[in-house]
């Protein structure tokens, strides 16, 4: 949320509201191209996981986007290799991430 108002958005936290949004960050008007971003933050605490995201969940962000004309992003924040990871991705990007990894662990 303090990143995201750093570059100049207005970010409106609705954590534990249990809506699709958990930060809605509405893009300044000195920044032409930017789309209002919906985020649903996960977390997890289990060693080299990614946070749990249904596929229900995914494809609801998905057409909220496409409806709404907003940019959806995941904000994870997991332990890999022992250290902390926070990141914003995409859900695409989310499920390549688990994809790789569930390929990573079959093959060990």
């Known amino acids: 949320m303090k990143e995201l108002e ?3 958005f207005y970010v409106v936290r609705s954590a534990g509201s249990h809506r699709l949004c958990d930060l809605i960050a ?4 000195s920044m032409l191209d930017n789309k209002p971003l919906c985020i649903q933050c996960k977390k997890t605490t289990k060693p080299n996981q990614l946070p749990k995201i249904s596929r229900k ?7 909220l986007e496409k409806e709404y004309n907003v940019k959806v992003l995941l904000g994870l924040r997991y332990r890999f290799k022992g250290r902390w990871i926070t990141e914003l991705i995409t859900p695409d990007e989310y499920l390549a991430k688990k994809s790789k990894l569930k390929n990573k662990k079959d093959k060990n």
């Open 6 to 8: 750093k570059r100049g």
């Open 26 to 29: 509405i893009p300044n008007k």
């Open 57 to 63: 969940e995914l494809e609801m962000l998905k057409k």
